[in-house]
Structures are given as structure tokens and as C-alpha cells.
């Protein structure tokens, strides 16, 4: 299974690569990126705190390149948003590898209120270590950088909503632009967070290398949203996706939900079923998502090939797909397109969540990056 990740990656590595060198069509490197980048490390500075906002879910994969001349210090904090979607045991271990080569790191859930309150306390607690002097006569300005689609603008309409909130400032909210596709924020923009003392942080526009070397670094990139799903087959990138969920041990945590095998499933009340003919077409549905869970996990449990020959492993990934069209309620008659819906409902409900969490990046062994500071910068 492996083997037919790797192949799979490679494919849909080069495809961005290919995307990343052709600067003329404007997919990768654009103007107001390179902008944006100038804007950045002119202010960097200037501001009393630096947020790097990766994704938990590749902590490595989205770190933020201009970072990369900077050491670790009090005055950086590398912030793990999308805590939810990540494997919970590999996020404190990345937590406790970044602690351990002195980076301040926090994981963070921007959709979660208790989530940001905790953070927001964390944040303010790293504010007065900076500022022991005049601590609450002081105005700090804080930044959020980090790759497209990380979630920074939702990470600060979050702490903007949650600031104005405790501090019972009245006044209508900002918000920040907020959408599912990379390269929505164009400008940086100022937001009050804190008040006594004041506390303002900056959301400024994602930024990508003007080019990436490494197709298994675009092939994650690609799979977790950062870049645009044009750029990429999206057939692939769901095999991609399932070849990673049936070497995984994700779906074998669904097999309490269909313990009773077809009756279970099969025993729907009229509510259930009106509900089904009403919302088919709406794959977040909790009923089409367990029904996407039972296909997925009856299929690759089933299974008899042997997982080490890839046309065995591509022919599971084909027999979900097949076994989805009936989950996701898509009609056969739609020709190519079909496929595509089924394709993209999918990718939909990994990126949301609702197929288990993941974390693709591997925590780096710690004894073998002890030895070498230069190396650790190079991951931190």
C-alpha cells in the first residue's frame, strides 16, 4: 500500500511542480503574492509577537519558508491550527519535538470557542513574559503568517470575536475574508483582540515558495487544500486519499458502527427515511457520511489481494470508488462528471474531518537532528 501512496504522490507532486514553473499562468507565485512577502518581512521587525500558523495536519509540510533565517526565540510561536483534523497522539508528539528544540508551539481549534479562549489566555500569558515592563500600558502588535489556507483569517475572526467578547467592548465585529479556497486574503489587515492593555493582530495573505522541489511536500499540499484542486487530477488526488485511509487505522475504527452488519443498516424509521429523500444530494448528512464509512470500511476489510502488488492495492481504491457513487446518492448517467462529484464529495468530507484524522508528516526522530542545529532550523 505504500508503494502505491508513493507512485500516487509522485503523480500528483509533479503536476503541482509543473504548475509551480509556469509563472505566466499566474497559478502558483503571483504578484500580490510576492507582494505580500515584501509586506511581511518588512514588518516582521517591527511587530512585538510573530504567529506562524501551520496546518496540524503537516506541520512540517506547511511551515512558513521566510521563517526559515529567523531562530527559534520568546518572540515567535508556531501555532498548529486545524488541531481537530490531526491525529491527536502525533500532535503532542510534534507539540513535544518542537518544545524540545526550544520553538514555542501551541495546537489550536479556530472553530472551537473553548479552544480559542484557551488559547487567547496562552497568548496574552506570552505577551506579559515579553512585556514585563509597563505590561498593561502597552499597545502589542501582533502578526499571523503562514502558508495559503491554514485558517489564519478564521483563527483571527476567532480571537477578534472572542476578545471583544471578554472585554465587553461594544462596536460591530470585523471580519476577516473567510472562504474554503487558497489566496482569498489579499491585504493585511489590523484587528483588536485584548483590551487594558490592547492587543492588535494582523492577518496578512498566505504565501507559498516561488517554487517547491519536493513532489511529496506538493502532493500533501495539495491533498489538505493549500493549493487549488485545478492545479491537480482530482481522481487522483482521491486515490491518493483512500490509499492513505486503507493503510491507515482510521477505518477499522467504524467497525462498531456497522456491527450488525446490512440489518442495521437497513432499519431506518419513516423519519430516517423521509430525511434520506429529502437531503440525498447533501453528502455532510450524518446518515450519507456513515453510509460512506460502512462502503469504505466493508470494502477494504473484505479485501483479499495482496496488499503488496499495487494492482491489488489500486483495484481496492477502485472498488470503493465504485461502492461511493451508491453512498453519495450520484446518478451513473452523468458521465465523466459523475465521478468528479464523487471525487470531490469525498476529498470534501476528508478535509472536513468527517473520514477520521490524520497527520501526514512523520515526527522527525530526535536523536538523529540533535547532533546538527543547522538541520533543525531547516525543520523548525
Not at 496574552?124 to 502597552?138: E, F, G, P, T, V
Request: net charge positive.
Amino acid at each position: 500500500m505504500a508503494t502505491e501512496t508513493a507512485i500516487l504522490a509522485g503523480k500528483i507532486g509533479a503536476a503541482v511542480m509543473q504548475a509551480s514553473m509556469n509563472k505566466a499562468a499566474g497559478w502558483w507565485y503571483s504578484p500580490h503574492m510576492a507582494a505580500a512577502s515584501r509586506a511581511i518581512a518588512e514588518r516582521i521587525p517591527l511587530v512585538d509577537l510573530v504567529l506562524e500558523v501551520r496546518d496540524a495536519r503537516i506541520p512540517l509540510t506547511s511551515r512558513f519558508e521566510p521563517l526559515k533565517v529567523y531562530p527559534p526565540s520568546s518572540r515567535r510561536i508556531v501555532v498548529l491550527n486545524k488541531a481537530d483534523l490531526a491525529n491527536r497522539s502525533q500532535l503532542k508528539e510534534w507539540i513535544s519535538y518542537m518544545e524540545h528544540h526550544k520553538q514555542i508551539c501551541y495546537g489550536v481549534n479556530s472553530h472551537n470557542e473553548k479552544s480559542i479562549h484557551k488559547f487567547l489566555n496562552f497568548l496574552q500569558a506570552q505577551i506579559r513574559l515579553l512585556k514585563k515592563l509597563d505590561y498593561h500600558n502597552s499597545t502589542t502588535t501582533v502578526m499571523l503568517v503562514g502558508i495559503p489556507n491554514v485558517g489564519k483569517s478564521v483563527l483571527v475572526n476567532s480571537l477578534h470575536k472572542i476578545g471583544r467578547i471578554s472585554a465587553a467592548e461594544k462596536g460591530k465585529l470585523r471580519h476577516a475574508t473567510v472562504s474554503p479556497q487558497p489566496c482569498e486574503t489579499k491585504d493585511i489587515k489590523s484587528f483588536k483582540i485584548a483590551s487594558h492593555p490592547n492587543v492588535y493582530v494582523l492577518d496578512t495573505p498566505g504565501v507559498l515558495p516561488p517554487l517547491i522541489s519536493e513532489v511529496e511536500v506538493c502532493s500533501k499540499l495539495a491533498l489538505t487544500g493549500t493549493i487549488s484542486d485545478c492545479l491537480v487530477d482530482e481522481k487522483e488526488l482521491a486515490q491518493y486519499f483512500l490509499s492513505i485511509l486503507n493503510s491507515s487505522e482510521e477505518y477499522k475504527k467504524w467497525a462498531e458502527l456497522f456491527t450488525d452488519g446490512e440489518a442495521e443498516h437497513t432499519s431506518h424509521s419513516d423519519l430516517e427515511m423521509k430525511s434520506k429523500r429529502r437531503y440525498a444530494s447533501d453528502h455532510t448528512q450524518a446518515f450519507v457520511v456513515d453510509d460512506v464509512r460502512r462502503n469504505l470500511y466493508e470494502e477494504a476489510s473484505s479485501f483479499h489481494g495482496r496488499s503488496a502488488d499495487n494492482r491489488d492495492t489500486m483495484r481496492l481504491i477502485e472498488l470503493q470508488l465504485e461502492a461511493l457513487f451508491g453512498a453519495f446518492r450520484v446518478p451513473r448517467d452523468l458521465g465523466e462528471d459523475c465521478c468528479l462529484k464523487v471525487c470531490r464529495k469525498l476529498l470534501n468530507l476528508y478535509r472536513t474531518g468527517r473520514l477520521g484524522h490524520y497527520t501526514l508528516d512523520p515526527v522527525p526522530n530526535y536523536s538523529s537532528y540533535a547532533s546538527s542545529f543547522s538541520i533543525i532550523q531547516d525543520i523548525i
